[in-house]
């Protein structure tokens, strides 16, 4: 079993609509959570940074983590196609931050 | 300054050449990474220096070459590398869980 399980897709939607990306994990001693948007050849962006359970706004974007479900997600309100991009979660444990670990990335595709 | 800078951005190079990817950052962070990420997945960690010393090596072949000449700059030295290396090679630096990543080097080994 992989530590942290993140659907590819690709998931399609068209302008305008609330996407939500999700990651699950197996490791409870996981306490930072990250979501990284990547376009085509380029590094990995830190979009959202999170320590332990709760929610995070920052604009368009929302991160939720629930540690007794072991489930993290981000929504994007109003998606516009400039969002069309791999969107990576990442976790990593206070006692070893050197160890990230990545989900295989979703891919989503915002449809004008 | 809050950006991780690499260069060059693309790399094109043959298996006896010998080339070097750097890095930069000015944000004080003292742990940088170098990553390896293959298309369609996630990246994959190769090194790790800390406080400049080589802490964690992934078991890369020493065909690769980290080094960290000081605490903004990290090298990563390339000698007989193989066309199955081509990929984009990352750097990464933190501060603590926050980890941000350069835009990478695209290389091509022919």
């Known amino acids: 079993q992989k530590e942290v399980e993140q659907d590819p897709g690709p998931l399609s939607v068209p302008e305008g609509a609330i996407v939500s990306l999700n990651c699950t994990y197996s490791?409870?001693?996981?306490?930072?959570f990250m979501w990284y948007r990547q376009y085509s050849r380029k590094g990995p962006e830190l979009l959202m940074y999170?320590?332990?359970?709760g929610n995070k706004e920052d604009g368009r974007f929302t991160a939720q983590v629930d540690k007794s479900s072991k489930y993290i997600s981000l929504f994007i309100r109003d998606s516009q196609p400039s969002d069309s991009a791999t969107y990576l979660c990442?976790?990593?444990?206070?006692?070893?931050?050197?160890?990230?670990?990545f989900g295989s990335g979703t891919k989503l595709n915002v449809k004008p | 300054d809050t950006e991780v800078t690499q260069t060059p951005k693309h790399l094109v190079m043959g298996m006896t050449n010998k080339k070097s990817l750097k890095c930069e950052q000015h944000?004080?962070?003292?742990?940088m990474y170098w990553y390896k990420q293959k298309a369609k997945k996630p990246p994959e960690l190769m090194f790790v220096?800390?406080?400049?010393?080589?802490?964690i090596n992934e078991s890369v072949p020493s065909r690769f070459s980290p080094e960290c000449p000081n605490s903004s700059l990290l090298n990563l030295h390339l000698h007989a590398l193989q066309p199955e290396d081509s990929a984009l090679y990352l750097c990464?630096?933190?501060?603590?869980?926050?980890?941000?990543f350069g835009q990478g080097t695209r290389l091509t080994v022919v």
């Open positions: 990464a630096s933190s501060l603590g869980g926050r980890r941000l």
């Open positions: 490791n409870s001693a996981f306490q930072y």
């Open positions: 999170t320590y332990s359970s």
């Open positions: 990442a976790m990593t444990a206070p006692n070893n931050f050197n160890k990230f670990y």
């Open positions: 944000m004080g962070h003292r742990a």
């Open positions: 220096y800390s406080y400049e010393k080589l802490s």
